[in-house]
């Protein structure tokens, strides 16, 4: 029998999800697939009422869906506490169902906790944002059920990367994607 301790490299590595919603999903997705133990970021909607929506469908504010990532990481990296933190620096918390000129509840801030942990430490990172005060409005993301995530087209992947002289990127993207790795330079992928 052998009694050496297993190869820590042998061992296969946790993951862990995280689905977010903070707006349009191509700057989310930009801003989240630069973080280290960020394994992959999906664009989708989750939240509403019709199975498999289409982009166009949850375009109209009709589906009850938001636009949001899906983000697969790696917990021994990148903590869902850290990951809370970016997602709150990546978009303005505090407009109801909008941001910038992007306005219906498909662009809505929400947080879909995959676990009662996540749930909670969303709670209370939102209950700390207001008591202190962090941002000159009360924050008005909500906390949602986990529900069905349903991916976005194909197009929508690596939107930012694929388009950059696109309009909305250039305008829209880009700076918040600047601003983000202002924020997270010692957190970013090397």
């Known amino acids: 029998m052998n009694d050496s301790p297993q190869n820590p490299q042998a061992q296969p590595k946790q993951i862990d999800t995280a689905i977010f919603a903070a707006g349009c999903f191509w700057c989310v997705e930009g801003q989240f697939q630069y973080l280290n133990g960020v394994q992959s970021v999906k664009s989708g909607y989750i939240g509403g009422t019709v199975a498999h929506p289409t982009y166009e ?45 992007d306005i219906g509840t498909q662009y809505r801030s929400a947080v879909f906790p995959q676990n009662d942990s996540q749930k909670e430490k969303a709670q209370y990172y939102i209950a700390q944002l207001n008591k202190e005060q962090a941002y000159t409005h009360p924050v008005v993301t909500t906390i949602e059920g986990k529900g069905p995530f349903y991916e976005a087209e194909a197009y929508h992947d690596d939107y930012f990367n694929r388009n950059p ?26």
């Open 57 to 101: 469908q949850v375009c109209t504010g009709n589906t009850g869906h938001a636009e949001a990532v899906r983000v697969i990481y790696d917990p021994s990296v990148v903590s869902y506490d850290e990951l809370l933190a970016a997602f709150f620096v990546s978009h303005d918390p505090t407009q109801l169902n909008r941001q910038g000129n």
């Open 165 to 190: 002289e696109n309009t909305y990127c250039q305008l829209v993207v880009k700076p918040k994607i600047e601003k983000f790795k202002k924020v997270f330079a010692n957190k970013l992928k090397k």
